[in-house]
Nanobody
Framework: QVQLVESGGGLVQPGGSLRLSCAASGSWFRLYTMGWYRQTPGKQRELVAVITSVGSTNYADSVKDRFIISRDNAKKTVYLQMNSLKPEDTAVYYC?????????WGQGTQVTVSS
């Protein structure tokens, strides 16, 4: 079973940047399409970015042109570079397989965008 550990969140001012990391265990990591998801209280978890095993990417409209997803299969890590952050990006961010979210969820990493 793949284990996921997210990190890199924090408090940032509007317009700032953060880079999130998701470290995975499991020898088959490189074969999976991975996604970054985010959740705010009272709302469903939202998929914001996806990267396939060969590096093709897709983004939610709300983050397109601001966020960049990437992966390093040798390090079993998925990244989310977040630029031009807005208060509405405030959420707990998680990674998981996409689209089935078949792995156990990690603890997530809190991103707070506020002045």
């Amino acid at each position: 079973q793949v284990q996921l550990v997210e990190s890199g969140g924090g408090l940032v001012q509007p317009g700032g940047s953060l880079r999130l990391s998701c470290a995975a265990s499991g020898s088959w990591f490189r074969l999976y399409t991975m996604g970054w998801y985010r959740q705010t209280p009272g709302k469903q978890r939202e998929l914001v970015a996806v990267i396939t095993s060969v590096g093709s990417t897709n983004y939610a409209d709300s983050v397109k042109d601001r966020f960049i997803i990437s992966r390093d299969n040798a390090k079993k890590t998925v990244y989310l570079q977040m630029n031009s952050l807005k208060p509405e990006d405030t959420a707990v961010y998680y990674c998981n397989e996409s689209p089935k979210m078949q792995f156990n969820w990690g603890q997530g990493t809190q991103v707070t965008v506020s002045s």
